[in-house]
Antibody
Framework: EVRLVESGGGLVQPGGSLRLSCVVS????????MTWVRQAAGKGLEWVAN????????YSADSVKGRFTISRDNAKNSLYLQMNSLRVEDTGVYYC???????????WGQGTMVTVSS | QSALTQPPSVSGSPGQSVTISCTGT?????????VSWYQQPPGTAPKLIIY???NRPSGVPDRFSGSKSGITASLTISGLQAEDEADYYC???????????FGTGTKVTVL
């Protein structure tokens, strides 16, 4: 059974940095795009960034461009999100998800909470 | 990139059918059959229930069905059950500076 486990969330002051990690098990990790999605409390889902299986292509939402960087380590079956210059509006639950089906996020992690507050 | 438009809420009695609309633009829903739907019960992670407009992943009941016409995609839940009570989100691939855009979300209530 495919399993995704996120970590790295926490409380950080505005302007600070955090690095989220997502470890994926029982999945042909290097063959698939991976994605980060976030959700503010009581709000909807927002796509954040995605990365191709070999890491050669990356895309991110306008709201995080220039501040967040997605990366991966296929040897460790791990996905990362480096978040810099954090803002209060970046607060929320961050999910990683596999892109195992065409244009869809088929398996999700349980999420990790990021709180940006002074 | 603006979110796709969904009704805030829909409701129905057990056994009835409900349909959720998802309206986009010619840059997303209207251009690609790359629409998917996600179910999110309270306090849980989203779950994929429809991909590529009308395909169901393994294990998803055939009570869930999807379709698309022009810039509007739709999710229909037939034979509504209490366990279907959740938030539902559509998502589409999009051109421009971003890759994907989600819908605003719809809360389904089983009366």
């Amino acid at each position: 059974e495919v399993r995704l486990v996120e970590s790295g969330g926490g409380l950080v002051q505005p302007g600070g940095s955090l690095r989220l990690s997502c470890v994926v098990s029982d999945f042909t990790f290097s063959s698939h795009w991976m994605t980060w999605v976030r959700q503010a409390a009581g709000k909807g889902l927002e796509w954040v960034a995605n990365i191709k299986g070999d890491g050669s292509e990356k895309y991110s939402a306008d709201s995080v461009k220039g501040r967040f960087t997605i990366s991966r380590d296929n040897a460790k079956n791990s996905l990362y999100l480096q978040m810099n210059s954090l803002r209060v509006e970046d607060t929320g639950v961050y999910y990683c998800a596999t892109n195992g089906l065409p244009w869809a996020f088929d398996i999700w992690g349980q999420g990790t909470m990021v709180t940006v507050s002074s | 990139q603006s979110a796709l438009t969904q009704p805030p809420s829909v409701s129905g009695s057990p056994g009835q059918s409900v349909t959720i609309s998802c309206t986009g633009t010619s840059s997303d829903v209207g251009s690609y059959n790359r629409v998917s739907w996600y179910q999110q019960p309270p306090g849980t992670a989203p779950k994929l229930i429809i991909y590529e407009v009308s395909n169901r992943p393994s294990g998803v009941p055939d009570r869930f069905s999807g379709s698309k016409s022009g810039i509007t995609a739709s999710l229909t839940i037939s034979g509504l059950q209490a366990e279907d009570e959740a938030d539902y989100y559509c998502k589409s691939f999009t051109t421009g500076s971003t890759s994907y855009v989600f819908g605003t979300g719809t809360k389904v209530t089983v009366l």
